[in-house]
């Protein structure tokens, strides 16, 4: 497909010429933010009609029932429409609705359109002159976006356990609103949960709990205008303690004391992600370590950041993840994809942020081996994209008739950082930060697109210049597959050491438990997953054995562990193979070992067939939609 690279003032909501549409500039304290109109803005995984009508601000007023496994009352949504519009379209996955009204109560006609397994269906509401309707609806015991727990599946072991993960299309599953990232709604909730639970979301709190009577209310408000999918709820026996100034932990009261002392250094990251893009916008900063189902390593839902346990190994050398949820905070909840097919200008930008971040708090040795490490990522996910013309390695990614989920690999997150190392490098680090963060600055609480983001560095960083232009190569990165040959290459240094004693034990060489012992998560990751992969059973023992890597508790480090031994059939690694897959939710890990397993008929497909019915209540409905085909031989 050719696309025409615009100026970005020609981007933003052509439809005002006409007078049918909201003006085009972000006015975060109205909630109003603008739609694009371009082509490549339109996004089709929703159903929503924005230019004719659309969603600018939701009121939630919600009980969480655990007994029966549903939310249900009502939310409010308030319109802004071109004069003629007769109805707006919102997404729909599975909601109850048991009737929708104007503000004054007049009945509203509405009728739910055929369902897509991907999308959901449309909800067209006959709005006539309202601009303000309320929606009363309970969500589905099945809806995709939210997780029940068990007492028995969390940590205390006393209370049940709700959250929800909205991203990419989730949130349609409990929330009536347009579910597109390239709408922009503020947003406010109160929360009605049985005491003692808690409720926290991905808001500012409005007001202090209230008890009434065996229940507790929860207010929050989001005056910002966010894409919808950052809309989060968690519902618990949570504790909370303080981090530093305007930042925290929530967390189950059994994973308080190690979760902060994990997170000790986020006043830090925050300070230091300041220095390079801005003041930060959400006013708090906030963590809640959820329990081990939590599909993600994490969510950067504004001000609450929602991050899996397995994260935490006692020694901080999984922070990485916090600085990457942190740096959301500017690339992707500030500057939001417009469509899921430039799902890149949130993942890429905030890994290369990620790094920088990393490397102004632990040094730029680490921030070079995770760039390398990064690399190998990106590496592997080419060649699982089918090569260097596979369609799916371009950045800029054709979702059409897809799950958009299917465009969230390491090309979005490791191409897109590895095109930004180009740009940094090409003009110096100087530039390119003032660059960066004028770039958060002109769309701040915007939707963006690839062609905005192209046409806002020619016209603010290249300036003209042919020569740097065609150095750049940048339409080869963003519209074209494969890597193009001006990527930056990995520092030769970062893992020289670790990259010969991987090599001498994959020859025959004796492990050097010495060197081991002394390496970093980092540098233990890229040992194991540089050996080969197939090893035979003593060279696997020797390995398991003087590196006690049956022992381990960091949980990349067994997955790594895990995936190697898998992949030859190693029988002693099953115990450890069964307690890790019925205790760990994350999809990181739990797929492709799933996956692995399967594909081998003649022993792990066994092994997955006994284990995955114990282990599927412990997964997220995410998780389970995959590992589903893949029990089924569909993927």
């Known amino acids: 497909m ?42 089709v995984h929703s159903y929503a009609r924005p230019l004719e009508a659309r969603v600018t601000h939701i009121a939630l007023d919600l009980g969480v029932d655990f007994t029966a496994k549903r939310i249900a009352g009502t939310a409010t949504l308030d319109i802004q429409a071109k004069p003629d519009a007769k109805s707006i ?186 220095r390079l893009y801005g003041p930060y916008a959400w006013g708090r900063y906030d963590l809640l370590v959820l329990p081990p189902s939590f599909p993600f390593g994490g969510m950067e839902n504004p001000t ?75 590496d592997k996910a080419v060649a699982d994209a089918g090569g260097l013309t596979g369609g799916d390695t371009r950045l800029h990614i054709d979702l059409k008739g897809r799950n958009p989920d299917d465009g969230l690999t390491d090309i979005a997150y490791e191409k897109g950082a590895a095109f930004l190392r180009v740009i940094e490098t090409s003009v110096g680090r100087e530039k390119f930060d003032a660059w960066l963060r004028g770039w958060f600055d002109r769309h701040r609480f915007q939707p963006v697109t690839s062609a905005l983001f192209l046409a806002d560095l020619r016209a603010n960083l290249i300036k003209g210049d042919a020569a740097l232009e065609a150095k750049l190569m940048l339409d080869q990165w963003v519209y074209q597959p494969g890597i193009p040959a001006n990527a930056v290459k990995a520092d030769a240094q970062a893992f020289v050491a670790v990259d010969t004693a991987s090599t001498a034990f994959a020859t025959g060489g004796a492990p050097d438990v010495t060197a081991w012992n002394a390496y970093t998560t980092d540098e233990r990751l890229r040992f194991l997953n540089r050996l080969p992969r197939k090893l035979d059973k003593s060279r696997l023992d020797t390995l398991a054995s003087a590196f006690a890597l049956g022992s381990t508790t960091n949980n990349e480090v067994i997955f790594a562990w895990l995936d190697l031994a898998t992949r030859n059939r190693y029988d002693p690694a099953v115990p450890a193979l069964t307690a890790f897959l019925s205790s760990v939710g994350r999809g990181k890990f739990v797929r492709p070992l799933y996956k692995t397993l399967y594909a081998d008929a003649a022993w792990g497909r066994q092994i997955a067939q006994r284990l995955y019915p114990q282990a599927r209540p412990l997964y997220h409905p995410l998780v389970t939609r995959e590992v589903d085909k893949t029990m089924a031989g569909k993927s």
């Open 89 to 274: 379209i919102l997404d729909d996955k599975g909601l109850e609705i048991s009737k929708i009204a104007a503000a004054d109560g007049t009945p509203l006609s509405y009728q739910v359109g055929a369902v897509d397994a991907n999308l959901g269906a449309p909800l067209e509401i006959a709005i006539g002159t309202a601009r303000k309707i309320i929606i009363t609806y309970k969500s589905a015991p099945d809806s995709e976006a939210l997780q029940w727990l068990t007492p028995a599946q969390t940590v205390g072991k006393k209370q049940p356990f709700l959250f929800s993960q909205g991203q990419s299309i989730n949130n349609r599953s409990w929330v009536p609103t347009q579910d597109s990232p390239g709408i922009r709604q503020s947003w406010e909730a109160r929360i009605r949960v049985a005491r003692p639970l808690t409720a926290v979301m991905s808001a500012p709190k409005a007001a202090e709990p209230i008890t009434d009577g065996d229940a507790r209310i929860f207010s929050y408000k989001m005056d910002n205008p966010v894409a919808p999918y950052l809309i989060a709820i968690a519902v618990g026996d949570l504790a909370f303690r303080e981090l530093g100034p305007r930042t925290g932990v929530w967390t189950e009261p059994g994973m308080l004391d190690k979760a902060a002392a994990e997170l000790s250094d986020t006043e830090n990251m925050v300070a230091a992600a300041e």
């Open 2 to 43: 050719k696309h025409m690279i615009v100026a970005a003032s020609a981007l933003l909501l052509a439809a005002c010429q006409s007078g049918s549409a909201p003006a085009p500039q972000a006015d975060s304290a109205a909630g109003i933010a603008p739609i694009l109109a371009t082509p490549d803005a339109v996004d």
């Open 304 to 378: 609450l950041t929602f991050l899996t346990p397995t994260f935490i190994a006692g020694d901080k050398s999984n922070n990485s993840l916090i600085a990457h949820e942190l740096a959301h905070s500017w690339s992707g909840n500030l500057a939001t994809n417009a469509t899921w097919s430039d799902f890149w200008l949130n993942e890429g930008m905030t890994t290369y942020a990620e790094r920088r971040i990393v490397e102004a708090v632990y040094g730029p040795k680490v921030a070079a081996q995770q760039v390398a490490l990064g690399i190998d990522a990106q």
